[in-house]
Antibody
Framework: EVQLVESGGVVVQPGGSLRLSCAAS????????MHWVRQVPGKGLEWVSL????????YYADSVKGRFTISRDNSKNSLFLQMNSLRAEDTALYYC???????????????WGQGTLVTVSS | SYELTQPPSVSVSPGQTARITCSGD??????AYWYQQKSGQAPVLVIY???KRPSGIPERFSGSSSGTMATLTISGAQVEDEADYYC???????????FGGGTKLTVL
């Protein structure tokens, strides 16, 4: 059974930094690209970032480019999102999500975690 | 930036057919994926690569794509199908993933 468990969501002040983690199990982690997707409570889904199976290719939404960095540690079946220069509009539930393909950009998400809540507030 | 456009809401009676559309300029070349999200839950994949159904998804869910529009069809919608539905695709380069704005399906 595929399991994705996010952690690291907390309350942080504007301008602060945060690192989210996602522990993956139930599948061969380094066979698949991975995503971060966020959702403001009561609003729609917003794609944040995507990383290829080996970490060689990374892509970002314009809203986070230059502030967020996606990475992975295949030896530990883990996905990360380093979030810097946080803004109030980054407040959301952040989902870790598994892609159906290894190469980034040609597949879609087939499994989602339950999310971790990030609140940016003073 | 690339956008996928969905109607905000669709309403049908139980047993009727619900159709949810998703329009985007790159859809003639890129697959559409569809997700169901019930209140307080993570999204669930219901259609991938335009028209394929994952195991465990009821047969009443189907998908199609023609030109710049993809369509999710729920034949004989049931009360338990009430949820938000999102389409997903990429721009023509494949470098930017986009979700549609979501469609709230009401079955009553």
């Amino acid at each position: 059974e595929v399991q994705l468990v996010e952690s690291g969501g907390v309350v942080v002040q504007p301008g602060g930094s945060l690192r989210l983690s996602c522990a993956a199990s139930g599948f061969t982690f380094d066979d698949y690209a991975m995503h971060w997707v966020r959702q403001v409570p009561g609003k729609g889904l917003e794609w944040v970032s995507l990383i290829s199976w080996d970490g060689s290719s990374t892509y970002y939404a314009d809203s986070v480019k230059g502030r967020f960095t996606i990475s992975r540690d295949n030896s530990k079946n883990s996905l990360f999102l380093q979030m810097n220069s946080l803004r109030a509009e980054d407040t959301a539930l952040y989902y870790c999500a598994k892609d159906m393909k290894a190469v980034a950009g040609i597949g879609g998400v087939d499994y989602w975690g339950q999310g971790t809540l990030v609140t940016v507030s003073s | 930036s690339y956008e996928l456009t969905q109607p905000p809401s669709v309403s049908v009676s139980p047993g009727q057919t619900a159709r949810i559309t998703c329009s985007g300029d790159a859809l003639p070349k890129k697959y559409a994926y569809w997700y169901q999200q019930k209140s307080g839950q993570a999204p669930v994949l219901v259609i991938y690569e335009d028209s394929k159904r994952p195991s465990g998804i009821p047969e009443r869910f189907s998908g199609s794509s023609s030109g710049t529009m993809a369509t999710l069809t729920i034949s004989g919608a049931q009360v338990e199908d009430e949820a938000d539905y999102y389409c997903y695709s990429t721009d023509s380069s494949g470098n930017h993933v986009v979700f549609g704005g979501g469609t709230k399906l009401t079955v009553l």
